[in-house]
């Protein structure tokens, strides 16, 4: 059974150079990348992908963080994609929760600038894939 994930390499990511490190992992994970896009996400897109997070404290400087430049959107698949992915990622935050090992705990500091995102659901998965790629949505 084979599944989708949205994932977003952040542009704190970006601005540091580690696209083709995360792109990397992923591959040699082996998940395949079925749609791949460097993009400046506008607001409303990035509200949208936020919204379960609105009302949080660190919800503005996350839809400002976001949009600051551009970021890599993707579309991965594999036998249990969701959860192999946010595995590659680590916990939300790279120290408390990330391990070493993980994109989050090798490479980040801080809970907001925190590398990637990655789908945690089906559902979430689905909604984000018609979000960040209509064409891909699903029937
Ligand atoms: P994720 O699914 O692991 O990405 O984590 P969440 O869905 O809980 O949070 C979404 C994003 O909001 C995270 O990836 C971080 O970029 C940011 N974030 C989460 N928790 C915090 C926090 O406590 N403080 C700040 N500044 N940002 C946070
Ligand atoms: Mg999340």
Redesign the pocket.
């Known amino acids: 059974m084979t599944e989708r994930t949205l994932v977003l390499i952040k542009p704190d990511a970006v601005a540091r150079g580690y696209v083709g490190e995360i792109l990397g992992r992923i591959e040699r994970k082996g998940l395949t990348i079925s749609a791949l896009d460097l993009r400046t996400a506008p607001t409303d897109v990035a509200a949208t992908h ?1 919204a379960e ?1 609105e009302g949080r404290p ?1 919800y503005p ?2 839809l400002e963080f976001i949009t600051s430049g551009p970021l890599v959107a993707a579309v991965l698949e594999g036998p249990r994609a969701i959860a192999a992915f946010r595995q590659l990622a680590g ?2 935050d790279p120290v408390e929760k990330a391990l070493p090992g993980t994109i989050r705990g090798d490479f980040g500091l801080e ?2 600038h ?1 590398l990637v ?1 990655g789908s ?1 659901s089906v559902e979430s998965a689905e909604r984000e894939i018609g979000l960040w790629f209509p064409h891909l949505a699903s029937r």
């Open positions: 936020y997070h660190f400087s996350l916990g939300t809970a907001q925190n995102h945690d």
